[in-house]
C-alpha cells in the first residue's frame, strides 16, 4: 500500500523532499551507483509490500481499504533514515 505524494506537490515539506531526493539521486549516480531510479514524479511512501497477489483479491482489498479510510485524518511524519532495496 503506498501513499503518493501528488497531491501535496506544491507544499514546502513535499518540494524538500523532492528536491533531497533528486540531489542524492544525482549524486550517488555519479558515485558509479547502478539502480533502476524512481522518478521523483513517482515519490511515495509505501506503508508495506502485498508481494505478488490475485487481481481480484487486490481489487477487493483496495475497495475495503478505500472504505475505512474514507474520512480519515491526516497525519504528519519524520523521515529519521533512507534506505533501499
Do not use: C
Amino acid at each position: 500500500m503506498q501513499i503518493k505524494f501528488d497531491h501535496l506537490s506544491q507544499s514546502k515539506p513535499i518540494k524538500k523532499l523532492k528536491k533531497t531526493s533528486d540531489e542524492l539521486i544525482e549524486k550517488l549516480k555519479r558515485m558509479g551507483f547502478r539502480a533502476s531510479w524512481t522518478k521523483t514524479s513517482n515519490t511515495h511512501l509505501t506503508l508495506f509490500f502485498l508481494g505478488d497477489q490475485n487481481i481480484t483479491k487486490l481489487a477487493q482489498l483496495a475497495y475495503k481499504i478505500g472504505d475505512r479510510l474514507a474520512g480519515f485524518p491526516t497525519f504528519h511524519f519524520y523521515v529519521e533514515k533512507l534506505g533501499f532495496f
